[in-house]
């Protein structure tokens, strides 16, 4: 069974299946729960070379290390530590809310500068309505491509 990540978020009706799911404003993308593949961060090395040497910028919810990207497309992935969550099921809920706002912002602005990004939501994050989440991430992500 597939369920709409929106309604999930927003916490409408939140065990909706896909199938079933008549609202028009969901599109096909509503139904994604990770990054697409080539814009995930997985190569640990790459991912230490970000947390030692990169760049950080901050907003209430979320910190984010970045460094330029050799690929030529951003790439990104969310860190929870326990300190932020005590339980898996709180640092996964970040995790998914932070990337289902990066992957709208990079569905949305798909001209953003190639950047290797760490991602580090704070405890607020999970308290937040989406659409500011998604407001903030696109805000912190066009300061990165400036």
Same mark, same amino acid.
């Given at each position: 069974?597939?369920?709409?990540?929106?309604?999930?978020?927003?916490?409408?009706?939140?065990?909706?299946?896909?199938?079933?799911?008549?609202?028009?404003?969901?599109?096909?993308?509503?139904?994604?729960?990770?990054?697409?593949?080539?814009?995930?961060?997985?190569?640990? $090395?790459?991912?230490?070379?970000?947390?030692?040497?990169?760049?950080?910028?901050?907003?209430?919810?979320?910190?984010?290390?970045?460094?330029?990207?050799?690929?030529?497309?951003?790439?990104?992935?969310?860190?929870?530590?326990?300190?932020?969550?005590?339980?898996?099921?709180?640092?996964?809920?970040?995790?998914? $809310?932070?990337?289902?706002?990066?992957?709208?912002?990079?569905?949305?602005?798909?001209?953003?500068?190639?950047?290797?990004?760490?991602?580090?939501?704070?405890?607020?994050?999970?308290?937040?309505?989406?659409?500011?989440?998604?407001?903030?991430?696109?805000?912190?992500?066009?300061?990165?491509?400036?």
């Amino acid at each position: 069974m597939v369920f709409c990540l929106e309604c999930v978020l927003l916490e409408d009706e939140p065990l909706l299946n896909a199938a079933e799911h008549g609202d028009e404003q969901c599109s096909p993308f509503n139904f994604f729960m990770a990054i697409p593949a080539a814009h995930r961060l997985k190569n640990p $090395r790459i991912l230490s070379v970000v947390l030692q040497k990169g760049k950080s910028l901050r907003c209430p919810f979320f910190a984010i290390r970045f460094l330029p990207s050799l690929s030529g497309i951003p790439q990104a992935t969310v860190v929870v530590s326990k300190k932020t969550e005590k339980t898996a099921v709180g640092r996964n809920i970040l995790k998914r $809310r932070c990337r289902e706002a990066f992957f709208r912002v990079l569905k949305n602005t798909p001209l953003l500068h190639p950047s290797v990004a760490v991602i580090f939501p704070f405890e607020s994050t999970k308290d937040v309505p989406f659409e500011l989440l998604e407001e903030k991430m696109d805000e912190i992500l066009r300061k990165i491509s400036a």
